[in-house]
């Protein structure tokens, strides 16, 4: 098992930024992948970032030099750098997380934001 508990959502004004966290915990949490999808008012879930347990990232297009997606294994946390946001990041924020020995994936809570002035 796995537990994925996300903070650092909130109100921010267009042009304003924000950082998530994401800290794992479990038995079966391990040197995985993780990141961070998120699902816009109305709309499917959709990636926004991931890094995988050696450090190659990958983002959406439509968040790529506004975000930045950082890990620091020895506190099993996941962050989301959140720049130059829009009213179009509107969205609920999921951690994510895949163990790969055990082909499963985990997601957090989610911790919602609101870019709106």
């Known amino acids: 098992q796995v537990q994925l508990v996300e903070s650092g959502g909130g109100l921010v004004q267009p042009g304003g930024s924000l950082r998530l966290s994401c800290t794992a915990s479990g038995r079966d949490f391990g040197s995985g992948a993780m990141g961070w999808y998120r699902r816009p008012p109305g709309k499917q879930r959709e990636l926004v970032a991931t890094?995988?347990?050696?450090?190659?990232?990958n983002y959406a297009d439509s968040v790529r030099g506004r975000f930045t997606i950082s890990r620091d294994n020895a506190r099993n946390t996941v962050y989301l750098q959140m720049n130059i946001l829009k009213p179009g990041d509107t969205a609920i924020y999921y951690c994510?997380?895949?163990?790969?020995?055990?082909?499963?994936?985990?997601w957090g809570q989610g911790t919602p934001v609101t870019v709106s002035s």
């Open positions: 994510w997380y895949r163990n790969i020995r055990l082909e499963r994936e985990y």
């Open positions: 890094m995988s347990g050696g450090g190659r990232t």
